[in-house]
């Protein structure tokens, strides 16, 4: 069965404080793994994919990673704005659906 | 441009009323999804539409449960009889192209739908 784990659930840091996300994944026919991120009260934003593994992809303080079996979410010298819910989904399965874990809720105070 | 647009942002309704949700996905997109999201739950799978393909229902949680697309554009998620488990954020997203293309979603600001 497919299944996707992410830690932790929940992440406190304090602005300039690096830490990592981690998305742990089983899945049947891998095509990609995207990362999105979630602001209270609206949809998910799209952040990055990654195709394979040893790739990294970088958008400011953020850099993603991707290996046969994990992703991690790399964030150096969060500021408070980074603040959200930070979804992994990898695609693949029977049918080349996204599949979503539930999140990491990440805040960061001044 | 305009993004995914999803109306109306709130429901609420009564047990046993029926519910229509609307997506507008983003001009020429010709892929779109819906999703659920349950409190302290990932994204759950719906249905996909694909051009003029018939679509993937296999998410739909019960024949209660139903959608359209017209014109490969604008849809519509039907939700009769409602029951209290059915509250919690519907999500639409839209794509360029299908899911056998490696090509990223976007989604609404998606509907909340609470039943009392």
């Known amino acids: 069965e497919d299944q996707v784990t992410q830690s932790p659930e929940a992440l406190r840091l304090q602005e300039g404080e690096s830490s990592s996300l981690n998305c742990s994944y089983t899945?049947?026919?891998?095509?990609?793994l995207f990362w999105y991120r979630q602001d209270p009260g609206k949809g998910p934003e799209f952040l990055f994919t990654l195709y394979s593994a040893g790739e990294e992809k970088e958008k400011e303080r953020l850099k993603a990673t991707l290996t046969k079996k994990e992703s991690f979410l790399h964030i150096t010298a969060p500021k408070p704005e980074d603040s959200a819910t930070y979804l992994c989904?990898?695609?693949?399965?029977?049918?080349?659906?996204?599949?979503f874990g539930k999140g990491t809720k990440l805040s960061v105070k001044p | 441009g305009a993004g995914v647009s999803q109306s109306p942002s709130n429901k609420v309704t009564e047990k046993g009323k029926d519910v229509e949700l609307r997506c507008d996905p983003i001009?020429?997109?010709?892929?779109l999804y819906w999703y659920r999201q349950s409190l302290g739950q990932g994204l759950e799978f719906l249905i996909y539409f694909q051009g003029n393909s018939a679509p993937d229902k296999s998410g739909l949680p019960s024949d209660r449960f139903s959608a359209e697309r017209t014109g490969g554009s604008v849809s519509t998620l039907t939700i009769q009889r409602t029951q209290q488990e059915d509250s919690a954020v519907y999500l639409c997203?839209?794509?360029?192209?299908?899911?056998?293309?490696?090509?990223?979603?976007?989604f609404g600001p998606g509907t909340r739908l609470t039943v009392l």
């Open positions: 001009s020429g997109h010709t892929a």
């Open positions: 899945v049947s026919g891998l095509r990609g």
């Open positions: 989904a990898p695609q693949g399965g029977s049918q080349g659906n996204l599949i």
């Open positions: 997203a839209s794509s360029l192209a299908g899911r056998n293309s490696y090509n990223e979603q976007f």
